[in-house]
């Protein structure tokens, strides 16, 4: 997962290029702006798995934007995988955040199973809901949302919370709010489970054994454009650069790993 620095200003007016009136008009459908999201997100990446889908023009279908916050009801989400991190009751009363529905910074474009199998109707925070609210930013410091989000300049960069060692990712930090933060948005979206998400881990052990020779060759070029936004598992690949530059005998056991896991796994 990474972040896609965008200011709120500049995000509205991509939305005006691609449905003029939208902000405004009374009647609209979010699927007007998908493409913008599309676009933003690394050229059709899932903001959550970081998986790359198809193009604006071919890739509707298996991308559905998904409202960060839910619009039409809140459920409690299980972290019986993580007890050690104390999840607010979702209140018996609540409905949902209904006035973040046409939210521009309340929208993600994310695979189907990111959105509707995994994240579906749950949000866990470790403050206190406001279901009322109508500012994401706000809500923020209110809520303390366990779950990061990608877009915009508001939340924590995504990459100061999470990284990777070898085809696993991992809190940055050791303790606190920010480590909660890293904990279970992985577990949240299995990124860390070979067996559900068995596809994320073979696409990113094939991506760090192409990746390794480049670095040792310092193919420039080519490492700029596996590390760049628009690449699919860029954190992980930018991770194990970092693990190159300052370990490369780690550096090495990690690309070994990768390839015995694309034998193994094949």
Same mark, same amino acid.
């Given at each position: 997962?990474?972040? &896609?620095?965008?200011?709120?200003?500049?995000? $509205?007016?991509?939305?005006?290029?691609?449905?003029?009136?939208?902000?405004?008009?009374?009647?609209?459908?979010?699927?007007?702006?998908?493409?913008?999201?599309?676009?933003?997100?690394?050229?059709?990446?899932?903001? &959550?798995?970081?998986?790359?889908?198809?193009?604006?023009?071919?890739?509707?279908? $298996?991308? @559905? !934007?998904?409202?960060?916050?839910?619009?039409?009801?809140?459920?409690?989400?299980?972290?019986?995988?993580?007890?050690?991190?104390?999840?607010?009751?979702?209140?018996?009363?609540?409905?949902? &955040?209904?006035?973040?529905?046409?939210?521009?910074?309340?929208? !993600?474009?994310?695979?189907?199973?990111?959105?509707?199998?995994?994240?579906?109707?749950?949000?866990?925070? @470790?403050?206190?809901?406001?279901?009322?609210?109508?500012?994401?930013?706000?809500?923020?410091?209110?809520?303390?949302?366990?779950?990061?989000?990608?877009?915009?300049?508001?939340?924590?960069?995504?990459?100061?919370?999470?990284?990777?060692? @070898?085809?696993?990712?991992?809190?940055?930090?050791?303790?606190? &709010?920010?480590?909660?933060?890293?904990?279970?948005?992985?577990?949240?979206?299995?990124?860390?489970?070979?067996?559900?998400?068995?596809?994320?881990?073979?696409?990113?052990?094939?991506?760090?054994?192409?990746? +390794?020779?480049?670095?040792?060759?310092?193919?420039?070029?080519?490492?700029?454009?596996?590390?760049?936004?628009? @690449?699919?598992?860029?954190?992980?690949?930018?991770?194990?650069?970092?693990? +190159?530059?300052?370990?490369?005998?780690?550096?090495?056991?990690?690309?070994?790993?990768?390839?015995?896991?694309?034998?193994?796994?094949?």
């Amino acid at each position: 997962m990474i972040g &896609y620095r965008i200011s709120k200003e500049d995000l $509205e007016k991509e939305i005006n290029k691609q449905k003029k009136g939208w902000l405004t008009d009374a009647k609209k459908s979010w699927s007007d702006v998908k493409p913008v999201y599309m676009r933003l997100q690394g050229d059709s990446k899932c903001g &959550y798995c970081e998986r790359k889908l198809e193009s604006e023009e071919f890739g509707k279908g $298996e991308q @559905a !934007v998904d409202h960060f916050r839910p619009k039409n009801g809140l459920k409690a989400w299980d972290n019986a995988s993580l007890p050690g991190v104390p999840v607010t009751t979702v209140p018996p009363d609540a409905k949902g &955040y209904s006035a973040l529905t046409y939210h521009p910074l309340n929208y !993600v474009a994310a695979c189907n199973p990111c959105n509707s199998i995994l994240k579906r109707d749950f949000f866990p925070v @470790a403050g206190a809901y406001h279901t009322d609210g109508d500012d994401p930013i706000a809500l923020q410091a209110e809520e303390l949302p366990y779950l990061i989000y990608p877009i915009g300049n508001f939340d924590e960069n995504p990459e100061d919370l999470i990284r990777f060692n @070898a085809l696993s990712p991992c809190p940055v930090h050791a303790e606190g &709010y920010c480590r909660n933060r890293a904990l279970v948005t992985i577990a949240f979206f299995h990124l860390d489970d070979e067996t559900k998400r068995k596809n994320l881990f073979r696409e990113r052990a094939l991506l760090i054994s192409a990746f +390794y020779p480049l670095l040792k060759a310092n193919k420039t070029y080519l490492i700029q454009a596996y590390t760049s936004s628009s @690449a699919s598992h860029t954190n992980c690949l930018r991770s194990f650069k970092r693990v +190159y530059e300052n370990n490369p005998i780690l550096a090495e056991q990690y690309a070994k790993a990768a390839e015995d896991w694309v034998v193994t796994n094949s």
